[in-house]
């Protein structure tokens, strides 16, 4: 049993390390570093990027509600989220390319989801190679709704979910594309 116990604790203070070096380099991220879901978003609120005392506000407000909200009605477990911004610290800068696949890697999602065009844009510039190849034009260039498998990644760009909350019909147009990405089942 302290076999296990020491394992895990290698395992997180790797991982603790490993996200450290991201936000070191400017990656703004929030959530749970072992989530099977990754949200990013570029187009951020108000004091999103500002760290307070349990670090990045990241997905903080409405919009973070909203999908936390609709991912446990989806099946995913309160805490199975992880947020990345698709700017830097300063608010203006994008990741590069490397530094966005060095982010994903780490977290190592099953499913990506783009809040906005600006986050999709990152991943379409981060992920060009992988999308290029792939056969359905909707789904290579990452259009709203539809889902590509990218490294074996289920990937979508939900096309603004901030912004469709003040719109019942456009909630229900995310509602839509959020139920194609039900958690996955455990290998084991």
Not at 99 to 110: E, F, G, K, N, S
Request: charged share 25%; glycine share 10%; with cysteine.
């Amino acid at each position: 049993m302290a076999e296990n116990d020491d394992r895990r604790e290698a395992y997180l203070g790797k991982t603790r390390a490993e996200v450290s070096a991201l936000t070191d380099a400017g990656l703004v991220m929030s959530g749970n570093a072992f989530s099977q879901i990754l949200l990013m978003k570029g187009d951020l609120d108000a004091g999103e990027l500002d760290a307070g005392a349990e670090g990045a506000r990241l997905l903080s407000g409405a919009d973070g509600d909203a999908l936390r909200a609709a991912l446990g009605a989806l099946g995913y477990a309160p805490e199975d989220w992880a947020g990345l911004a698709a700017v830097l610290d300063d608010g203006l800068t994008r990741p590069s390319c490397d530094l966005v696949r060095l982010a994903v890697a780490t977290l190592d999602p099953a499913t990506i989801v783009a809040c906005d065009e600006s986050a999709a844009d990152v991943l379409r510039e981060a992920y060009a190679d992988e999308l290029s190849a792939i056969a359905d034009l909707d789904e290579a260039m990452l259009a709203p709704g539809h889902v590509a498998d990218v490294l074996g990644m289920r990937v979508m760009n939900l096309g603004g979910f901030e912004a469709a909350l003040d719109d019942a019909k456009a909630k229900q147009a995310m509602w839509a594309r959020l139920k194609r990405l039900p958690p996955l089942a455990e290998p084991f």
